[in-house]
Antibody, heavy 115, light 111 residues
């Protein structure tokens, strides 16, 4: 059974860089798209971006200038980097398998941006 | 940010039916597959429906979905207290670049 677990720094100051990692267990990262999705407090889901093992990436246009997603097949990890964070980047960050549909999700990790 | 519109909340008694609408446009719902997710806050969201109307593995047939034009619907029949959760539709939007999009979310309350 494939499981995803996100981890990374939970508290950031404005202008810092958010770095999160999603570890995949019980399955392969090869042959799938992997996505990052976030949920601001009290709001709905927002797609951040996606990547695959061959270097393919696609990003939400509203975040494109600040975001990067990478897939490490040897470590079975998916990484997210978001630069120059502000309070608006506060929320729960999920990694998920898929692109046109997300069939497996992690539990999510809370990231708070505050001075 | 959400381009797909859902009712904020719906309520019904156990055993009854709720229908959650997801309203989009030609560039998203109208031309692409819709999926539906169930989310209990603090947990991992779960894929219920994909490709407009296909149930994900292990999802009971109390959950069904359809799509017509630029709108999609998720029906939950025989409502149970354990169905009280947030529900989101999702698809992608065609344009200069493809963007994955979600609905605004619907909180289903079981009275």
């Amino acid at each position: 059974q494939v499981q995803l677990q996100e981890w990374g720094a939970g508290l950031l100051k404005p202008s810092e860089t958010l770095s999160l990692t999603c570890v995949v267990s019980g399955g392969s990262v090869t042959g799938y798209f992997w996505s990052w999705i976030r949920q601001p407090p009290g709001k709905g889901l927002e797609w951040i971006g996606e990547g695959s093992h061959n270097g393919y990436t696609s990003y939400n246009p509203s975040l494109k200038s600040r975001v990067a997603v990478s897939v490490d097949t040897s470590k079975k990890q998916i990484s997210l980097t978001l630069t120059s964070v502000t309070a608006a980047d506060t929320g729960v960050y999920f990694c998920a398998r898929g692109a046109t549909r997300f069939d497996i999700w992690g539990q999510g990790t809370l990231v708070t941006v505050s001075s | 940010q959400s381009v797909l519109i859902q009712p904020p909340s719906l309520s019904a008694a156990p055993g009854q039916k709720v229908s959650i609408s997801c309203s989009g446009s030609y560039s998203n719902v109208g031309n692409n597959y819709v999926s539906w997710y169930q989310h209990f806050p603090g947990t991992a969201p779960k894929l219920l429906i994909y490709d407009n109307n296909k149930r994900s593995s292990g999802i009971p047939d109390r959950f069904s979905a359809s799509k017509s034009g630029t709108s999609a619907n998720l029906d939950i029949t025989g409502l149970q207290t354990g169905d009280e959760a947030d529900y989101y539709c999702g698809t992608w939007e065609n344009g200069v670049t493809t963007r994955r999009v979600f609905g605004t979310g619907t909180k289903v309350n079981v009275l």
